[in-house]
């Protein structure tokens, strides 16, 4: 997750990640930074 929260465009698209959820790994690694999101400790229970 930490690093996904570092990454570049160039570095994800070698990953071969789709460029819709590129953005939105941008959007939030960027809010990240700022201060604006963290990630859940623990993932949502899906019922």
């Known amino acids: 997750m930490q690093r996904l929260l570092e990454a570049r465009t160039l ?3 070698k990953l071969g990640i789709p460029c819709k959820h590129r953005k939105l790994i941008l959007s939030f690694a960027h ?17």
């Open 11 to 13: 570095r994800l698209k």
């Open 31 to 47: 809010k990240y930074r700022l201060g604006l999101w963290k990630p859940q400790a623990e993932p949502r229970k899906v019922e």
